[in-house]
């Protein structure tokens, strides 16, 4: 697993994320002149080792995200940008769907412009209904 990914933005101010921590290096210029001040991120996927048996082989091979941290390096890179987000599941054999689809429910409540989509394995037509109708999410992830 990477420990970090280096970006460099079009408008030559690079970032160093390193778990959910970014920091601005080699400012020039106006930063961010770019971007629009009305942005949404179409594929966002959040995760949590909760969602795995206490057993399960890939436990710990990815960081818990959460849309707070997200939410944070975005402010970030992106300052005074309003962000919503298409906010995914991470598929993975053995995890629990219902907590994870729950966890999307809880995480999308405070973006007026996010959505949630819901995993689809094994689901039945009535399932997604509920899912909408209970939860609010909005489309499906196949």
């Not at 961010?32 to 399960?56: G, I, K, M, R, Y």
């Not at 995480?107 to 959505?115: D, H, M």
Request: with cysteine; aromatic share 6%; net charge positive.
């Amino acid at each position: 697993m990477a420990k970090g990914t280096g970006y460099v933005s079009p408008d030559r101010t690079e970032y160093t994320i390193h778990l959910h921590r970014v920091r601005p290096t080699n400012l020039e210029g106006k930063p961010h002149q770019f971007c629009a001040n009305e942005n949404f991120d179409a594929h966002t996927h959040l995760w949590s080792d909760v969602f795995l048996p206490p057993d399960h082989p890939a436990r710990g091979l990815s960081p818990t995200s959460a849309i707070a941290a997200t939410v944070k390096i975005n402010r970030t890179v992106f300052p005074g940008r309003e962000i919503g987000y298409l906010v995914l599941g991470s598929p993975c054999p053995g995890c629990d769907i219902d907590a994870q689809k729950r966890f999307i429910a809880e995480q999308i409540k405070p973006g007026k412009n996010s959505r949630g989509h819901r995993l689809t394995p094994d689901c039945r037509v009535e399932d997604i209904h509920t899912d909408v109708e209970k939860l609010g999410l909005t489309g499906l992830k196949p």
